[in-house]
């Protein structure tokens, strides 16, 4: 059974997706949806490797093309070494999605420089170092769509989250101006922002804790991962080519 048979179906055949934070989470429902319409996948992944190399195999049980790649993209060096491998194997990369992201979390006043510095690392400098090299290719292809996955800590303030509010919302005027360059030569940039997803980043939640933030949130849940998908597929899809430098912001009305 199709993990996404519900969505609106897009055609991603012959398309070459790289996917950053992809063993888990939203990154993997990514992968799974591409995969499932036709792309060829390329999943990075840092720290999971047995859950990486379980996707690999689910997907290639079922006839799809998924390739699984170890890099550290917060390193300018690993995430250049990463492209310049994709490319040379597939030819080409048509969409990126940064989705590589850590927390945490603590007050301002007790927040450890380590603690800053790791999550701007993964989270903002991540973004820099992959899109640099792939756009470089997206320049030569003179086609490209780039989503990059920001949060509604981005636009909303949260206690306990200066280190990733601020990488989150960097990632916002990041797009923005990077859709400016990148316009002229075909390639889009843009933006989606979830709210409170139930992945392994909420799962520590206690119920007490879950239901303080669903009182928040308008629809009075929290999101799953196809709901955030569905967007990044919309973004990624040829039928939406005049779409660029902007936000799809996914959570249930938290922001509102």
Request: some cysteine; proline content about 0%; glycine content about 8%.
């Amino acid at each position: 059974m199709e993990l996404f048979k519900k969505m609106i179906k897009y055609t991603f055949e012959n398309k070459v997706v790289l996917i950053t934070g992809a063993s888990r989470g939203i990154g993997k429902a990514t992968a799974i949806a591409f995969a499932e319409q036709g792309a060829q996948v390329v999943a990075c992944y840092h720290a999971s490797r047995e859950k990486a190399i379980s996707l690999e195999g689910n997907l290639k049980k079922r006839g799809l093309k998924l390739e699984i790649i170890q890099t550290d993209v917060s390193s300018a060096k690993e995430a250049e070494v990463m492209v310049d491998y994709v490319i040379k194997k597939y030819k080409k990369i048509d969409i990126l999605v940064n989705n590589a992201g850590i927390r945490r979390d603590n007050l301002l006043a007790m927040m450890s420089a380590d603690d800053w510095l790791s999550v701007i690392n993964v989270n903002l400098n991540s973004i820099f170092n992959v899109t640099k090299w792939v756009s470089r290719a997206m320049i030569g292809q003179k086609s490209g769509s780039i989503i990059n996955i920001s949060s509604a800590s981005a636009l909303k303030g949260v206690e306990g989250q200066t280190n990733y509010s601020a990488s989150k919302g960097a990632i916002l005027s990041f797009t923005r101006s990077a859709s400016r360059e990148l316009g002229k030569f075909n390639i889009r940039v843009n933006n989606v922002i979830p709210g409170f997803i139930e992945t392994d980043m909420v799962s520590g939640l206690n119920d007490q804790g879950k239901e303080k933030l669903t009182n928040h949130i308008s629809l009075g849940r929290f999101g799953n991962v196809e709901d955030v998908v569905s967007s990044v597929l919309f973004l990624a899809a040829d039928d939406t080519n005049y779409i660029t430098g902007q936000s799809i912001i996914v959570d249930g009305g938290l922001c509102a």
